[in-house]
């Protein structure tokens, strides 16, 4: 059984900065990617960044340019380095790895 574990959430101002992380325990091939989606208070999850095992990324409109997957292979860790956050960033963050789902972790962000 896979277990995902996100961290990294938290409240900054507008145009600051955020980490996120995921964790993977346990064994799945992810369907050859991770990544990242989001979910807002009333509104439907979205997808926001993923990341392909050879290291292809693909974002969001909404966040390219501010935003970067990364992973760490070793570590079974993928990243979400978020820069220039503004208000309509916020919701919590899920970590995907195939069928598998995190937890979550919630990211504010105050104008």
């Known amino acids: 059984v896979l277990q995902l574990v996100e961290s990294g959430g938290g409240s900054v101002q507008a145009g600051g900065s955020l980490r996120l992380s995921c964790a993977a325990s346990?064994?799945?091939?992810?369907?050859?990617?991770m990544g990242w989606y989001r979910q807002a208070p009333g509104k439907e999850r979205e997808f926001v960044s993923i990341?392909?095992?050879?290291?292809?990324?693909l974002y969001a409109d909404s966040v390219k340019g501010r935003f970067t997957i990364s992973q760490d292979s070793a570590k079974n860790t993928v990243y979400l380095q978020m820069n220039s956050l503004k208000p309509e960033d916020t919701a919590t963050y899920y970590c995907?790895?195939?069928?598998?789902w995190g937890q979550g972790t919630q990211v504010t962000v105050s104008s």
């Open positions: 346990g064994y799945s091939d992810c369907s050859g990617y």
């Open positions: 990341i392909e095992q050879a290291g292809t990324t």
């Open positions: 995907r790895c195939g069928a598998y």
